[in-house]
């Protein structure tokens, strides 16, 4: 059996790459995906652990037997297309390694403890992030999730059951929820916050309100030899101008606007093409600033439309509120982290969504951040010290520990 962070994560770290320096495709209910939930299933159950997955496709591991007050960690293994090895794999690896340390010190939880890997976290197939824990808490209704389609048609009906997961179970998870006293998420630091401080682990205060916007231009599609450009009628150019407007309106507003997904169809070099879409992701640390760099948005797309005698679809994917994690919950975890690491382990507010915060609407959750030197993430940059991810194993058993003791 593997004990250690290091040898855990050795095995994990090549299944889903693109190639030896590329970045991750572990897109969920793929093959890469089914590679790293069997991963996870053979090293739990070796350990001990009972391995159960809920209807919505979430792995619990349970460690003594399942029952009420549980103390509930883990995290994702799911990515985005070329993302980093420790988003969401930092939080199961920690998990399993902190259960071994806890063991190897011979102790012994008096409630049961279980690990989570949550489907589907990133979006990155469905466009919705944190699906696998919308579904549990009922922050998304079972028939809209069944009916989410990918890039390539596929539902999620359909690859569920490809799976041998049965689609018409997905839905509340209220018997689970009621067991768990408490969640806490370890990931990998997003942004660059610890290193300032010399701090390796930090705190989860909150998550900024965010969500996604599908912008639907649609054209005529049209020669790119013959077509008079004052004949067009091109999808494209409101869409640059969109994406131009979303900078500014984040910027005035103190908030972040990204367009990382841009499709133009049917995709000819040398044709105008007949529709274009964008998928605004935006965020900010109020909703009221990003509620108006949305309209903003919104209003420079419908004027850019129109002048090009282009029709716009916008339709909201996803929306999560502002989260405050649990205080208790946090002040205990600060005083069990500055009496057993280092020192004080610092509070950090992100702009990044974690199924901690939707877990939030419905019990006491946490989180621990482990310092990222280069704060770079969602890219295969993405990167943590060997050290700091031992120190973030020491934090969680202790975490883990005090609340599970
Ligand atoms: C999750 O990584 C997110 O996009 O916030
Ligand atoms: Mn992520
Ligand atoms: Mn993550």
């Known amino acids: 059996m593997t004990t250690t962070f290091a040898g855990l994560w050795r095995e994990l770290e090549p299944l889903g790459r693109d190639g030896a320096a590329g970045g991750y495709r572990r897109f969920s209910w793929t093959e890469a995906d089914a590679r790293c939930r069997a991963w996870f299933t053979d090293r739990a159950t070796e350990r001990g652990l009972r391995v159960e997955a809920d209807n919505n496709g979430n792995l619990w591991a349970w460690w003594g037997r399942r029952g009420p007050r ?12 070329g993302g980093g090895a420790y988003d969401g794999a930092l939080g199961v690896v920690s998990a399993l390694a902190a259960v071994d340390l806890l063991r190897e010190r011979g102790f012994h939880p008096e409630r049961p403890v279980v690990l989570a890997v949550f489907t589907e976290e990133e979006g990155a197939r469905w ?9 549990l808490t009922g922050a998304i209704a079972p028939d809209a999730a069944r009916r989410l389609t990918d890039d390539d048609g596929v539902t999620l009906a359909e690859a569920m059951a490809a799976a041998g997961c049965d689609p018409a179970l997905i839905g509340p998870g209220d018997d689970l929820l009621a067991g768990l006293a408490a969640f806490v998420e370890l990931h990998v630091e997003q942004g660059r916050a610890l290193a300032p401080l010399g701090a390796a682990v930090g705190v989860g205060e909150g998550i900024w309100p965010h969500g996604r916007w599908r912008l ?11 077509a008079r450009l004052a004949d067009r009628s091109d999808p494209m150019l409101p869409l640059a101008r969109t994406v131009l407007a979303a900078r500014e309106a984040a910027g005035r507003n103190g908030a972040l606007a990204t367009v990382g997904k841009v499709t133009a169809e049917p995709g000819g070099a040398n044709a105008v093409p007949e529709t274009a879409t964008a998928w605004l992701d935006a965020r900010a640390p109020a909703e009221a600033a990003l509620a108006e760099t949305v309209a903003a948005v919104r209003s420079a797309a419908e004027e850019a439309a129109a002048e090009q005698g282009v029709a716009l679809g916008v339709r909201q994917e996803s929306y999560t509120p502002p989260v405050r994690f649990d205080d ?14 280092p020192g004080p382990a610092p509070a950090l507010r992100t702009g990044a969504g974690h199924d901690a915060g939707v877990l939030a609407a419905r019990l006491p959750t946490a989180m621990l951040f482990v310092r990222n030197p280069d704060g770079v993430s ?14 973030g194993v020491r934090a969680l058993a202790a975490v883990l520990e005090d609340l599970a003791g």
């Open 378 to 391: 969602h890219s295969p940059a993405e990167r943590a010290d060997p050290a700091d991810c031992e120190a």
């Open 216 to 226: 639907s231009f649609h054209g005529r599609a049209d020669h790119a030899g013959t």
């Open 127 to 135: 466009g919705v992030p944190c699906l696998g824990s919308r579904l």
């Open 328 to 341: 208790g919950l946090r002040q205990r975890i600060a005083a069990v982290l500055a009496a057993a690491g």
């Open 70 to 81: 549980a103390v509930a960690t883990g995290s994702h293994l799911d990515s985005v297309p």
